[in-house]
């Protein structure tokens, strides 16, 4: 008996495909034949390229997957596909479409077509109206390039794609040019496009594009430190669901579904304390490597004053100038006076704006030119016709402002907003007191004398700097303290307390190096003395002056003393200095040196009347949180609630209804008893409180009016 020929290879590609991987060498005829019929068929698709071939699509996926091994007879076909996709992409069937993109790739992946010219063909095919398509594409460019980056950077390769996404930005496509404005802003959030080239192509391209979701997508990137704040919500958010599961699981009934779902919660928090754990990966701001940020925020400002979009979209045209101003110390005045106008309570998001106000503030811009935003806040805010919110929302706004460009706030202003130092309302009252804290610090002459407080040694070394004057310092700040070191220094500090927990430190220098410890002694008793001449100078003789003595003797002798002690003073500082400078020229400071250096400048910040240092550093950007934070007394949850009611319980008296009884011991009567009894034995009694209508009630009237009467 004769078998049948059950050779089915021609037919069946799956089975083919799987022996060619096995041996080319063997199957190369039949490798052959299929190509060829690949050929005739797609000179056939050619004629009708809107048709759906289902023969021609298992056809090129099976030449993709063997191209490998038959890389002479294949070397036309990455370009077959590309001409075709070039010349029908917008009218071939989307599942060709397809078809032909994921055949592409697989070549790509195997190393078969050259990277260049198949990014370049996937960007053009962002064009084609079809959302699939287009969010497949930008997720393999992406991991393209990213694994093109991996083990080193090709600079070649990635500046060609940069100039050819630099014009797909001006692509008169929407989709394009949105799709390729993501592609590179994910490109730099992942650390593989990161340089000044990506940044500015998106500054100067796509932050001046006519296409609205180009533009929202430029501004954004641009304002990236806001998604941090929202993922930090959201992390937030989880935590709370995490705990509501855990009681929702103690107490609901146990069914597999719940159990599988508390499961993922839990593999979730997991995951997510993991993250909390590792270090911080920092992503340096774009806004830092705009080329020339003065243009492009006198570019944006026109582009917003001729404008006709959305609030929301010039709110980012605001916040990005705002940024670029604070960041790079720019001059645009114009913005000033355009930004005044939206300072009302009434306005849209006016937090936002007061924010941006105090964004574009920095201490290089006159102070006239910020002084009408703080005169617009004063009469629009904080006046008394308004509510106690918006008063301290204006004066957190003032000193946020004011922090960054203090030189804007005049004398008058200031004192009468230290005012509402003792306003009725807290949060009032505490917005005030931070503004008179904060100029403190930097202007004390403008605030009126009482407000002052009393000067800290780092107040007393401060100096009030002009208009465009830059502080430079020629030595390390409180080296001062390494010089009282001859024997013994007792330096007790927060800081010191992990390391010396308080105790004697006993530090040995070099010879030269620094004074004896008996300078501590003279400068206390140098700095009481001074104390005590505020009060009454006493003379030469050492007799104190009165008040009503008009002896010129006195006087002179007084402030001759005073000057006299004022120029000791004087000259022993000069001099610590002058030896702190050398010492730091010639010695490396350690770890402990430091330690005792920070220790001295936070003593330097402390006064008995202020029991926490000022926090000095200045943060890039303005925080919300600063203009919208308001003190007042927060509402509790249940826990602490709970918490403050049973400590409210404890050394009192029982709680509740109270006995009447003189004595707890004795019975009680009917009617106290019926308050613990069963229902059932009351029911009877229930019966007779039911409401009787109004013609029940005559008839028992009637009837109770004659019952007396027969008793009579």
């Known amino acids: 008996m004769v078998r049948p020929n059950n050779n089915q290879l021609p037919e069946n590609l799956p089975q083919l495909q799987n022996l060619i991987k096995r041996d080319p060498e063997s199957y190369s005829d039949e490798f052959h034949i299929q190509y060829q019929h690949f050929l005739s068929l797609l000179e056939v698709f050619a004629l009708n390229p809107s048709e759906e071939n289902k023969s021609l699509d298992d056809i090129v996926m099976f030449v993709a997957q063997v191209a490998q091994c038959y890389p002479a007879v294949c070397e036309e076909f990455p370009k077959r596909l590309s001409d075709l996709l070039k010349n029908y992409a917008t009218v071939l069937d989307p599942a060709m479409r397809n078809c032909f993109v994921k055949a592409l790739i697989l070549l790509r992946n195997k190393n078969l077509v050259p990277a260049l010219d198949i990014l370049e063909l996937f960007f053009q095919l962002l064009r084609c109206p079809d959302k699939n398509l287009r969010t497949f594409l930008q997720t393999h460019i ?177 916040d990005v100038i705002s940024r670029l101003i604070g960041i790079h110390e720019l001059f645009l005045f114009g913005f000033y006076p355009y930004i005044t106008r939206f300072l009302q309570p009434h306005q849209r998001q006016v937090t936002r704006v007061l924010q941006f106000a105090a964004q574009a503030s920095h201490e290089l811009v006159p102070g006239d030119i910020i002084e009408p935003i703080l005169k617009t806040i004063a009469n629009n805010f904080i006046t008394e016709r308004n509510s106690s919110d918006v008063m301290a929302i204006g004066l957190n706004a003032t000193r946020e402002i004011c922090m960054r460009c203090p030189l804007a706030m005049g004398e008058d202003l200031l004192q009468d907003l230290a005012m509402y130092k003792t306003y009725k309302e807290k949060s009032v009252m505490m917005a005030a007191r931070s503004l008179i804290t904060l100029y403190r610090e930097q202007l004390p002459a403008l605030l009126h004398k009482k407000d002052r407080g009393r000067q800290t040694e780092a107040q007393a070394e401060r100096k009030v700097r002009a208009y465009g004057e830059r502080e430079i310092h020629d030595t390390v700040l409180g080296a001062e303290a390494l010089l009282k070191d001859s024997k013994t220094i007792d330096i007790e500090s927060e800081d010191d307390t992990d390391s010396n927990d308080g105790e004697w430190v006993n530090v040995a220098h070099s010879d030269g190096e620094g004074g004896g410890a008996d300078d501590d002694d003279d400068d206390d008793e140098e700095d009481e003395s001074e104390d005590d001449d505020d009060e009454d100078e006493p003379n030469s003789d050492g007799e104190e002056v009165e008040e009503g003595d008009n002896s010129d003797e006195g006087v002179e002798s007084g402030e001759e003393s005073a000057k006299v002690k004022k120029e000791k003073k004087d000259m022993k500082i000069l001099n610590q200095k002058e030896a702190a400078q050398e010492l730091a020229l010639t010695r490396i400071f350690t770890d402990e040196d430091f330690k005792r250096i920070n220790a001295a400048n936070l003593k330097k910040t402390v006064t008995s009347a202020r029991k926490r240092p000022l926090e000095q550093d200045r943060a890039e950007f303005v925080k919300l949180n600063s203009i919208e934070m308001i003190y007042k007394k927060r509402k509790h949850d249940k826990e602490s609630r709970l918490e403050t009611v049973q400590a409210g319980r404890q050394d009192r008296e029982r709680f509740g209804w109270k006995d009447g009884r003189v004595n707890e011991h004795c019975s009680k009567t009917n009617r106290e008893k019926r308050k613990t009894k069963n229902f059932g034995m009351l029911r009877h009694k229930a019966r007779s409180k039911v409401k009787k209508s109004f013609k029940d009630k005559q008839q028992a009237l009637r009837k109770h009016l004659l019952h007396q009467k027969k008793m009579k």
Not at 284 to 303: D, R, Y
């Open 142 to 318: 992406v991991t393209d390039i990213k694994n093109m980056n991996a083990k080193h950077k090709d600079m070649k390769l990635n500046s060609s794609l940069q100039a050819f996404m630099y014009s797909m930005l001006k692509d008169a496509n929407p989709k394009a040019a949105k799709m390729s404005a993501d592609i590179m802003i994910e490109l730099y959030k992942k650390n593989i496009w990161n340089d000044p080239k990506t940044v500015n192509v998106i500054a100067t391209v796509g932050c001046f594009s006519k296409i609205t979701k180009v533009l929202v997508t430029s501004l954004k990137f641009f304002l990236g430190h806001d998604e941090e704040d929202e993922e930090e919500d959201t992390e937030s958010e989880n935590e709370i669901d995490l705990k509501g599961a855990l009681m929702a699981n103690r107490v609901n009934k146990k069914t597999k579904k719940r159990t599988k779902q508390l499961a993922q919660i839990k593999k979730q928090a997991v995951k997510a304390q993991k993250k909390k754990k590792n270090a911080p990966a920092f992503n340096f701001s774009g806004i830092h490597l705009v080329h020339n940020p003065q243009g492009m925020a006198e570019g944006l400002f026109k582009q917003l004053q001729a404008t006709n979009e959305r609030f929301e979209v010039k709110l980012m045209h605001l």
